[in-house]
């Protein structure tokens, strides 16, 4: 092997191990759709978190928003936002009636989130009525942090129906 195909074999190597991990960490993450990101139902997808609810163009929005205030309101939205996340955290706990540890040992040990909640006495229609409560509740944060008008507000509830639907898929469907 010359030079330049072992660097290329090493690079590709490299590469691979990087992508395993990668895959590796996320599904032994547990519970992708938990509180990875802090949020209800974070990292491996869309969730409650502003990817899957907001539009993108909000976001930018919200973001320059947010370089533009001070530090101290900075400071102020981001201890909201935690209040807010350890409160989703809670209901979710209260809602699944296991605590966020048993439910990522449970998504480590390869439950889907629907099968955690079947075994757990709760069906896809309270799982539905569960996350349109939170993203009810998500959308009225947003609207008093960033100080919504009633056109933002009403674009964001017309789009949790198809939000909550999506992630009922992902949890009681085939994927």
């Not at 201890?79 to 955290?89: I, M, N, T, V």
């Not at 009636?97 to 990522?104: D, F, N, V, Y």
């Not at 075994?119 to 919504?148: C, I, M, Q, Y």
């Not at 198809?162 to 949890?171: K, M, N």
């Amino acid at each position: 092997m010359n030079r330049k195909t072992k660097i290329l074999a090493v690079l590709v190597t490299v590469i691979g191990l990087t992508a395993m991990t990668a895959e590796a960490t996320l599904a032994c993450s547990g519970f992708r759709e938990g509180f990875r990101r802090g949020v209800i139902f974070g990292r491996g997808g869309m969730g409650m978190g502003s990817s899957g609810l907001v539009p993108f163009e909000m976001r930018q929005e919200f973001r320059a928003d947010f370089r533009e205030m001070s530090e101290e309101e900075r400071q102020q939205l981001r201890q909201a936002r935690r209040d807010f996340r350890e409160g989703q955290r809670a209901a979710i706990e209260e809602f699944v009636g296991l605590s966020r540890e048993e439910i990522s040992q449970a998504r480590r040990d390869g439950q889907k989130m629907g099968e955690i909640l079947a075994d757990n006495g709760k069906t896809s229609d309270d799982a539905a009525e569960f996350l349109t409560e939170r993203a009810d509740d998500r959308v009225d944060h947003l609207v008093t942090w960033h100080e919504l008008d009633t056109a933002e507000e009403q674009t964001l509830r017309d789009r949790i129906a198809d939000f909550v639907q999506r992630i009922l898929g992902r949890w009681f469907g085939d994927d």
